[in-house]
């Protein structure tokens, strides 16, 4: 099992920046963590791709925050951060951290708000 814990959400003015972070431990016989990344729900939307990051710290970026976001990682921690900067007001949403350990098995995490205001 793994476990996935977000933070860093908030409320920010439109052009600020916030930083997530998401923490995730595992336990049985789970030694590492493959792809990482983030996602984001808006009300009344559906849940869509934000970023991932590879265990090899390659990057994709939706073309929503390309350019204005950073996804990284720290593999000994089993962290995964993303810096968002010159929020919007489009930006607002859930974010959700997942982790994925095969082409099958995801984990999310429970979801932290982000709220930019204009």
């Known amino acids: 099992q793994v476990q996935l814990v977000e933070s860093g959400g908030g409320l920010v003015q439109a052009g600020g920046s916030l930083s997530l972070s998401c923490a995730a431990s595992?336990?049985?016989?789970?030694?590492?963590?493959?792809?990482m990344g983030w996602y984001r729900q808006a009300p009344g939307k559906q849940r869509e791709w934000v970023a991932t990051i590879t265990r090899g710290s390659r990057t994709n970026y939706a073309d929503s925050v390309k350019g204005r976001s950073t996804i990284s990682r720290d593999n000994a921690k089993n962290m995964v951060y993303l810096q968002m900067n010159s929020l919007k007001p489009e930006d607002t949403a859930v974010y959700y951290c997942?982790?994925?350990?095969?082409?099958?098995?995801?984990?999310w995490g429970q979801g932290t708000q982000v709220t930019v205001s204009s």
């Open positions: 595992t336990s049985g016989s789970i030694y590492r963590i493959n792809d």
């Open positions: 997942n982790a994925d350990l095969d082409s099958v098995r995801r984990y």
